[in-house]
């Protein structure tokens, strides 16, 4: 059983730049959430997405969007890149229902902006 | 003030010795209480999860929640060194994940 992957491991983009992020979440996982995982900080939320909605949004600027596809698979899109956005960008599933919001995340993809 | 306080560390301990981690929050209204940990570079891995107050143990591992102090611990035992991570706290704040900064744990031979 295949856990969350995402794509790219790792990417290096120019500020003012658009990068799109890949995540396809545990078989059997239908909620997808993506975190911005600063050096040396833990996890900040960015958003949460069920049914192809944005469920849930954390304290993050509008250049983060994103979306869900039929098969649950989700993007991360950010536009005109700052420095600051660079990070390691994690997403998590889970199965609807959990009583505790347990969360199972991917590898990560380390966005570098220059 | 952050939702989560959590040290950073680094904590280094000698092998076989007993470690504690600790977090403090703020939110009064958080219920289930989560360590994580992450491997360098990997991403986050679920250890355990208490709903409310009270202990659980698992293996080596025992988690501890004190709702009336609004602080979290995670122990454990004979520390080795695949131990070396770092340890995140989190709570569930709806339908997100609240994380601590992260403790660095080197476990030395």
């Known amino acids: 059983d295949a856990g969350v992957t995402q794509s790219p491991t790792h990417l290096i983009k120019t500020r003012g730049q658009q990068v799109t992020l890949r995540c396809s979440p545990k078989?059997?996982?239908?909620?997808v959430s993506w975190y911005q995982q600063a050096l040396g900080q833990g996890p900040q939320f960015i958003f949460q997405y069920y049914e192809e909605e944005e469920r849930q949004r954390g304290n993050f600027p509008d250049r983060f969007s994103g979306h869900q596809f039929p098969n649950y698979s989700s993007e991360l899109n950010v536009n005109a890149l700052l420095l600051g956005d660079s990070a390691l960008y994690l997403c998590?599933?889970?199965?609807?229902?959990?009583?505790?919001?347990?969360?199972?995340f991917g590898p990560g993809t380390r966005l570098t902006v220059l | 003030q952050k939702e989560v306080e959590q040290d950073p560390g680094p904590l280094s301990v000698p092998e076989g010795a007993i470690v504690s981690l600790n977090c403090t929050y703020s939110n009064s209204a958080f219920q289930y209480f989560m360590w994580y940990r992450q491997y360098s570079r990997k991403g986050p891995e679920l250890l355990m999860y208490?709903?409310?107050?009270g202990n659980k143990e698992d293996g080596r591992f025992t988690a501890q929640v004190d709702k009336s102090s609004k602080y979290i611990s995670l122990f454990i035992r004979d520390s080795q060194p695949s131990d070396s991570a770092t340890y995140l706290c989190a709570m569930n704040g709806g339908n997100k994940l609240v994380f601590g900064a992260g403790t660095i744990l080197r476990v030395k031979s």
């Open positions: 208490t709903y409310s107050s």
């Open positions: 078989s059997g996982h239908d909620t």
């Open positions: 998590a599933s889970s199965p609807l229902g959990t009583s505790y919001n347990e969360q199972f």
